[in-house]
């Protein structure tokens, strides 16, 4: 269980969070939606423990992660994965490389199982043969579902997805969602997406966090949002004012 309580942060003078609240049960997927710039990075970056809370905290699992110290923190760190914009492939390694570092810093797989989980992981994605390739020779959308598959391959507890699907067009956009779908399923890991695509918050998740001007305006299910008449929540998800 993930409990944000009261956080607020700050960068110089400029307030992003603002007394935020909200918990997130085991099993759960989430959607954390609403304009640029509003904070949805920034608590993705509170849950995984790269920024620290001006005032509140983040609890994991019963475990304050503010008051951790940096090895305590990793222990935490080993249940999530973190699945980037851009891919974030180090461009220097193959495809294989790429999901072989994340095995072998944040699991205790013995060496003949790794090459299996790697394979296993890649072949999920439908991608097994870009194996011996590099970032560079591969599209954008593929980037996408090689950090997916590196994410999966340390089977997490979490995954934090950070707008897994923007720059897609509308085809891979479906396949990202549907790859995302299967990996709820079968994984059962706990979701959190930080999205603006509103058909992942209505065919992927069971909780909506809408933010807007530093605080949570929106905290419940997909068909409750669609529902609201709120005319800002139906500007957002209508496209329309």
């Known amino acids: 269980m ?6 607020s ?6 307030k992003i969070l603002n007394n935020i609240s909200f918990n997130i049960n085991e099993g759960d997927s989430v959607a954390i939606i609403g304009q640029s710039g509003v904070g949805k990075s920034v608590i993705l970056k509170h849950i995984n423990g790269l920024l620290r809370p001006n005032q509140g905290k983040i609890v994991i699992d019963e475990s304050t992660i503010s008051n951790l110290s940096f090895n305590e923190l990793q222990k935490v760190r080993k249940k999530m994965a973190m699945v ?5 492939l180090f461009d220097s390694m193959s495809i294989y490389d790429n ?3 994340a095995i072998d810093n944040l699991t205790t797989l013995d060496k003949k199982y790794k090459k299996k989980r790697i394979l296993d992981c890649l072949e999920l994605v439908n991608l097994l043969d870009t194996k011996d390739m590099y970032p560079s020779d591969i599209s954008g959308g593929m980037k996408k579902r090689i950090g997916i598959a590196r994410a999966i391959s340390i089977k997490p507890k979490y995954i934090l997805y950070d707008e897994p699907t923007t720059g897609l067009d509308p085809i891979n956009t479906d396949k990202i969602i549907k790859l995302m779908k299967n990996v709820q399923k079968n994984d059962q890991v706990t979701s959190i997406v930080v999205t603006h695509e509103m058909k992942i918050v209505n065919e992927l998740v069971n909780k909506v966090i809408m933010l807007f001007d530093g605080k949570i305006i ?6 409750e949002l669609n529902s609201s008449n709120d005319k800002y929540i ?3 998800t209508l496209g329309r004012n």
């Open 2 to 7: 993930i409990e944000v309580k009261n956080i």
């Open 9 to 14: 942060k700050s960068f110089g003078e400029k």
């Open 84 to 88: 980037f914009q851009f891919g974030a």
């Open 99 to 101: 999901i072989k570092i």
């Open 218 to 223: 929106f905290d419940g299910t997909p068909k």
């Open 234 to 236: 139906k500007y957002f």
